[in-house]
T-cell receptor, first 115, second 116 residues
Framework: AQKITQTQPGMFVQEKEAVTLDCTYDTSDPSYGLFWYKQPSSGEMIFLIYQGSYDQQNATEGRYSLNFQKARKSANLVISASQLGDSAMYFCAMREVTGFQKLVFGTGTRLLVSP | GAGVSQSPSNKVTEKGKDVELRCDPISGHTALYWYRQSLGQGLEFLIYFQGNSAPDKSGLPSDRFSAERTGGSVSTLTIQRTQQEDSAVYLC??????????????FGSGTQLSVL
């Protein structure tokens, strides 16, 4: 069974600093996808970044990058140059590909960016 | 509208009543998911529909919960004999096929269910 673990319930960072949000996963499927979503206080779920298990390079999307370490089964999200608007809940998620599997989410990390 | 639509946005009910929550996915999306999010918590998977396959019901917390997807489009999540612990935001999401690893989910704005 697939499993996602986010061990940081809360993180604090100062504006303009970089922050890393941790995510580890467990799967026996050789083919899978990893996602990060942001959920601001408004409640909407916003897709941030995707990493495929066979991708050779770490994914990047603007200020977001994914530090993918396949052997360690980790997919940490790095936010560079934090902004006040980055304050939100961040969820890591994984989908195993074999058999049209569902997307499973971690418990989330609440990020607070201070001025 | 082009997005995932959920109704109602808010539902207040009395303990013991049945409720129905509706989700209208993005047109053409064959995969549909229901998640539950309790206050300040993560997303708890409930049920997943993928095309015409039998749904993955492994996340439904009890037999009071059921869901249907008619005609491969609109889905209804039904909670019978609601309990106070059912109070949460119920999120629906859809994706194009559910069959590729890079397919992101598009979420609706959720239904806030309050059981008094």
């Amino acid at each position: 069974a697939q499993k996602i673990t986010q061990t940081q319930p809360g993180m604090f960072v100062q504006e303009k600093e970089a922050v890393t949000l941790d995510c580890t996963y467990d799967t026996s499927d050789p083919s899978y996808g990893l996602f990060w979503y942001k959920q601001p206080s408004s409640g909407e779920m916003i897709f941030l970044i995707y990493q495929g298990s066979y991708d050779q390079q770490n994914a990047t999307e603007g200020r977001y990058s994914l530090n993918f370490q396949k052997a360690r089964k980790s997919a940490n999200l790095v936010i560079s140059a934090s902004q006040l608007g980055d304050s939100a809940m961040y969820f890591c998620a994984m989908r195993e590909v074999t058999g049209f599997q569902k997307l499973v989410f971690g418990t989330g990390t609440r990020l607070l960016v201070s001025p | 509208g082009a997005g995932v639509s959920q109704s109602p946005s808010n539902k207040v009910t009395e303990k013991g009543k049945d409720v129905e929550l509706r989700c209208d996915p993005i047109s053409g999306h064959t995969a549909l998911y229901w998640y539950r999010q309790s206050l300040g918590q993560g997303l708890e998977f409930l049920i997943y529909f993928q095309g015409n396959s039998a749904p993955d019901k492994s996340g439904l917390p009890s037999d009071r919960f059921s869901a249907e997807r008619t005609g491969g489009s609109v889905s209804t999540l039904t909670i019978q004999r609601t309990q106070q612990e059912d109070s949460a935001v119920y999120l629906c999401a859809s994706s194009l096929t559910g069959g590729t690893d890079n397919e992101k989910l598009f979420f609706g704005s959720g239904t806030q269910l309050s059981v008094l």
